[in-house]
């Protein structure tokens, strides 16, 4: 009997140990760059379905009347059929929608086949004056909406469709309510005034206007896309689909997919960069604790190297000609020669290392663990201090001779100058800020947020957020392209 309780005791045991990793591992997700711990959980319906379809919803006139509407049952229709997709927001409010530009409605997967049309029901509907919501009467609950063109949807698209909300034309007199709506596909300009956003969960990359900072399309990439890299003089963006080991190129002025190059499957590559030239993949293995160099016109694995313990970051430093690749466990930067791979240097550096950014001989260095940035010379790698920033700094970026890190754990970007071993500003942005990149003839520095999935606009010249772009997806990695 003893033995009998004891193995029903530990099965019971094991049971629970089960059911509380399945609990932990569906609560929170990791993106291919590591965005740890994202809070902005994908609905189950989003998963399904051959292709994706995401819906973004704007008004017509920002000053026109203050309607309010409670919806449900998003649809999509193929032939005769009408296909669910998952609503964003249950509430529509046109002075909400007016001052954000633009707002993410809705994504839903479907099969692969041909669409007509979309619909939605209106619960109820109101006109806001006076802080106050006078209820309308509704003309007609279900709100159908054709497409300007029949839309093709092939296995894994993943385009986006642009609703224009005609609030003057949707109330008729001062008691009705008819819901007055338009529907565009995404037209995305030529390469210039673009920022590509990679959204792994939903294996799709959003392309956002940089003119107005709203998404203006979106593009089907399988594998969950994460480290993208911009080649604009060579017209290719180059994406790192993790989870089927493989880099996958695009060519920006027809935004399509033209190749796709295997990394060997005993790797799993976590990160990666490219060249300047546009001619080698280094790709990081966190788990595998390794830097493998890809030829990206041949596909032929050029070197691999093991590299510390839990590689977290890669930096080619164009003007030391070298690669410095943080080791979080081993708490350690390794400089290495870009076409041997062998180390010529390892700078200790008493933190847990992730971001990295080198100017005018400076190594700086985000450790995470310690709240701080750590500032190296090279190439000898001497240290020159140490100064706080906020919780968690993972990511760097630069523009106008000032240093920009994003404080994951603190929700904040905070601002210094080359040389300086202190802040001189802290942006509060909220969220979880990750990767950053700049419009410099915009002055816009665009900061993923894992948090709230989107993405946080920030005016350079006032050092103030002005902007934020909905997604509806924890964004990974993005690439502005000016």
């Known amino acids: 009997m003893r033995t009998l309780f004891r193995g029903l005791r530990n ?37 399904r379905g051959e292709a994706r379809l995401s819906v973004f919803l704007q008004v017509k006139e920002p000053d026109g009347p203050l309607l309010w509407m409670k919806i449900k049952n998003l649809e999509v229709r193929s032939g005769t059929n009408w296909l669910p997709m998952r609503a964003a927001r249950q509430e529509l409010q046109s002075q909400e929608i007016a001052a954000s530009g633009q707002i993410f409605a809705g994504r839903g997967g479907v099969p692969a086949g041909r669409y007509q049309a979309m619909r939605f029901t209106v619960a109820e509907g109101a006109l806001e004056r006076d802080g106050k919501r006078i209820f309308l009467a509704l003309d007609n ?46 037209s995305i300009p030529l390469v210039s005034d673009l920022a590509y956003v990679s959204c792994p969960e939903q294996d799709t990359i959003y392309i956002i206007r940089t003119d107005r900072n709203m998404v203006c399309g979106s593009i089907g990439i399988s594998g969950k896309p994460g480290s993208i890299i911009a080649n604009p003089a060579q017209n290719r963006l180059f994406v790192l689909a993790q989870q089927e080991a493989t880099v996958k190129v695009l060519e920006l002025t027809a935004n399509r997919q033209i190749d796709q190059i295997r990394v060997p499957l005993s790797a799993k590559p976590t990160y990666m960069t490219v060249s300047p030239d546009g001619k080698w993949a280094y790709l990081l293995d ?197």
């Open 286 to 482: 966190e788990m595998g604790n390794s830097l493998l160099r890809l030829n990206l016109q041949t596909g032929v694995l050029g070197g691999q190297a093991r590299i510390g313990s839990r590689p977290k970051y890669i930096l080619y430093m164009e003007e030391q000609n070298l690669l410095a690749v943080s080791s979080a466990y081993s708490q350690k930067i390794f400089l290495l020669d870009p076409v041997s791979l062998a180390i010529v240097r390892t700078i200790d550096t008493g933190g847990t290392p992730d971001g990295l950014f080198a100017r005018d001989n400076y190594l700086y260095v985000a450790e995470s663990s310690s709240n701080s940035v750590s500032v190296f010379e090279l190439p000898g790698g001497r240290s020159k201090g140490r100064f706080n920033v906020g919780s968690k700094p993972r990511r760097f970026a630069f523009s106008n001779n000032h240093i920009y890190i994003a404080n994951y754990g603190g929700g904040s970007v905070s601002v210094f100058r080359p040389g300086q071993l202190n802040i001189s500003r802290d942006v509060r942005v909220g969220g979880m800020p990750f990767e950053m990149d700049v419009s410099p003839a915009r002055q816009w520095l665009y900061v993923c947020d894992v948090r709230s999935g989107g993405v946080t606009v920030i005016d350079l010249s006032l050092n103030k957020v002005v902007g934020r772009i909905e997604l509806g997806a924890v964004p990974d990695t993005l690439a502005v392209i000016n």
């Open 141 to 186: 609950p279900v709100v159908e909406i054709d497409f300007p063109a029949e839309l093709t949807l092939a296995k894994e698209d993943s385009p986006s469709l642009f609703l224009t909300w005609d609030t003057s034309q949707s109330l008729q007199g001062m008691a009705l309510l008819n819901p007055k709506m338009t529907v565009a596909t995404q």
């Open 11 to 47: 099965f019971f045991c094991a049971l629970l140990v089960l059911a509380a990793g399945s609990l932990f591992s569906s609560g929170c997700q990791q993106g291919g760059g590591g965005a740890d711990g994202a809070l902005f959980q994908p609905s189950s319906e989003e998963s």
